[in-house]
């Protein structure tokens, strides 16, 4: 059974700092992992597509990397700024199947 | 195509009542997916339609949820006889053949009293 674990749980950052997202899964049998952001009360915003044949996929500011073998993901985030200020969910699909799975999420807190 | 639309997007409803929520997916997009939310949690998939066939459900989805994608194109999700355990925020994605990419709604939030 798949199992997608988020670490942290919560960051607080001053502006301008790079940081790491983490994300880990326990059955390497994906097909992509998608990485989103979520402001409170909102849905969700498609940030990162990584194909598993994929090692890592960049947009602007945001890089994600995709080790399959040790299934584990990071997000990272360049420069950071308070409008990053968000929970962060990584999910997983699975080969041959389209059951997704989510992590809890990282809420991230950007301080001015 | 302005993405995913939800509605309604909050409801509250007295315990007992049945509710219907409407997603209308991405015009192209032939996959559509339910979820659930719940404080401090990740989305939890309810069910998946390709096209008008409900191809997969979870365990969470009791036998009062009920889904349909009648046309291939939009959705409803029904709950009968709420329950106080059934507030939570419900998500609709969808996405397309090409690389699976799932876009989400804004969510219907459902409070029972």
């Known amino acids: 059974k798949q199992e997608v674990t988020q670490i942290p749980a919560a960051l607080s950052v001053p502006e301008g700092e790079n940081l790491v997202l983490n994300c880990s899964f326990t059955d390497s049998a994906i097909y992509n992992l998608q990485w989103f952001r979520q402001d409170p009360g909102k849905g969700l915003t498609s940030l990162l597509l990584?194909?598993?044949?994929?090692r890592e996929q960049t947009s602007g500011r945001l890089n994600a990397s995709l080790d399959k073998s040790s299934g584990r993901s990071t997000l990272y985030i360049a420069a950071s700024q308070p409008g990053d200020s968000a929970t962060y969910l990584c999910a997983v699909r699975p080969q041959g199947g389209d059951k997704v799975i989510f992590g809890p999420g990282t809420s991230l807190s950007v301080i001015p | 195509d302005t993405g995913v639309s939800q509605d309604p997007r909050h409801k509250i409803t007295k315990r007992g009542q049945n509710v219907t929520f409407r997603c209308d997916p991405i015009?192209?997009?032939?996959?559509l997916y339910w979820y659930r939310q719940t404080l401090g949690q990740g989305p939890e998939f309810l069910t998946y339609?390709?096209?008008?066939?409900?191809?997969?459900k979870s365990r969470l989805l009791s036998d009062r949820f009920s889904a349909e994608r009648p046309k291939g194109s939009f959705s409803t999700l029904e709950i009968q006889r709420t329950e106080q355990g059934d507030s939570a925020m419900y998500l609709c994605a969808s996405s397309s053949n090409l690389n699976y990419e799932q876009y989400f709604g804004p969510g219907t939030r459902l409070t029972v009293t």
């Open positions: 015009s192209e997009h032939n996959r």
């Open positions: 339609f390709q096209n008008e066939a409900q191809l997969e």
């Open positions: 990584i194909q598993s044949s994929q």
